[in-house]
């Protein structure tokens, strides 16, 4: 757990980061959004003490983390950055290696963990370990600087804007390994984007800042339903709002009993991902598969429509 209490960063007489309270739950996703120049990468680079705060505590599981020396604060917590960071004249695996090697780790145990990594991020070790950053592509190279801040199993990694750089396809994808490395490790990660699309997929809750303060700390059905302010509410954009809905619930939540005609959905779809299939289709239902390829029922238009509507 991450406890973050009244927190602020001031430069000179410009406050950016305002007290800033906020409790953060283990093996979560936290989002951080808002307008540029918010604070938000102040907000994350406070918790590894990148920047030093002003005034106020953070702990982690307890500890308040000023009673650790910085260095070993970031041995301890994941860091990505946009744009990877990675060190031009060292190998793909000796990257990945930077932090364990400075824990001592043996070389047996990192070699291991470099091959698993690599192998996650679907980046075959033989082929990539010994490559220098220059030789992989924009998105391997992010893939590594991801597995690089994973490589000493910290419990806490703080990516900011990990995916900026990346083309839209490519960015949909790391979201989903993002996702399902957090699932395989249980990693505590906190997030900034200016990607409320990005947000949404990835956040149990999010943050909403502006001029340094933390206007709204939900999950993200609240920040639609029922934003704290009228800047959150643009923030999310009014016209969305449905559509936003749909993109936070899967297609297993709305199955019903029964056939359908068509290409069937997948029960892990996004319900947005399942209007669209079913505007594109021209059907008021579709069947829904699970994993197995098992026809669990359909959804329908009309289940789709309800669900997208504002509770009465
Ligand atoms: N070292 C510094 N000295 C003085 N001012 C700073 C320093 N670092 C950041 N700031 C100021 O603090 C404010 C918040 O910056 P921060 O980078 O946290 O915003 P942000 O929300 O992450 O912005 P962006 O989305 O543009 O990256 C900005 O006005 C910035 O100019």
Redesign the pocket.
């Known amino acids: 757990m991450i406890e973050i209490n009244t927190v602020t960063k001031r430069?000179?007489a410009?406050t950016?980061?305002d007290a800033v309270t906020m409790t953060i739950a283990p093996q979560t996703i936290t989002v951080i959004v808002?307008?540029?120049?918010?604070?938000?990468?102040?907000?994350l680079r406070m918790i590894n003490r990148l920047?030093e705060p002003s005034e106020g505590t953070i702990r982690i599981d307890g500890e308040d983390i000023l009673a650790i020396p910085g260095y070993q604060l970031r041995r301890r917590i994941g860091y990505a950055i946009q744009g990877h960071g990675l060190f031009p004249h060292r190998t793909v695996a000796q990257n990945i290696a930077t932090v364990p090697e400075l824990l001592g780790w043996d070389r047996a145990r990192i070699d291991a963990k470099v091959a698993e990594l690599l192998t996650l991020f679907q980046l075959d070790p033989a082929a990539f370990g010994n490559r220098f950053p220059h030789e992989l592509s924009g998105g391997q190279q992010q893939r590594v600087g991801v597995a690089r801040a994973l490589a000493a199993e910290p419990n806490v990694l703080l990516m900011?804007?990990p995916f900026g750089a990346l083309d839209p396809i490519i960015r949909a994808k790391a979201q989903d390994d993002l996702l399902a490395i957090q699932k395989h490790f249980g990693t505590t990660i906190i997030l900034?984007t200016?990607d409320m699309d990005e947000a949404f997929h990835l956040a149990d809750k999010v943050a909403v800042?502006d001029k340094?303060r933390l206007l709204q700390y939900d999950a993200p059905a609240e920040l639609v339903l029922r934003p704290a302010t009228p800047f959150v509410e643009t923030l999310i954009g009014a016209a969305d709002r449905p559509l936003r809905l749909l993109s936070i619930a899967k297609a297993a939540e709305v199955v019903e009993p029964g056939a359908a005609e068509g290409e069937p959905l997948s029960a892990t779809d996004s319900l947005r991902d399942a209007l669209s299939a079913l505007m594109w289709s021209g059907r008021e239902t579709l069947p829904v598969a699970g994993e197995d390829g098992t026809i669990l029922g359909h959804v329908s238009l009309q289940a789709l429509l309800q669900r997208a509507a504002r509770p009465q």
């Open positions: 430069y000179g410009n950016v980061v808002g307008t540029s120049g918010s604070g938000k990468t102040t907000l920047v900011d804007e900034v200016h800042m340094g």
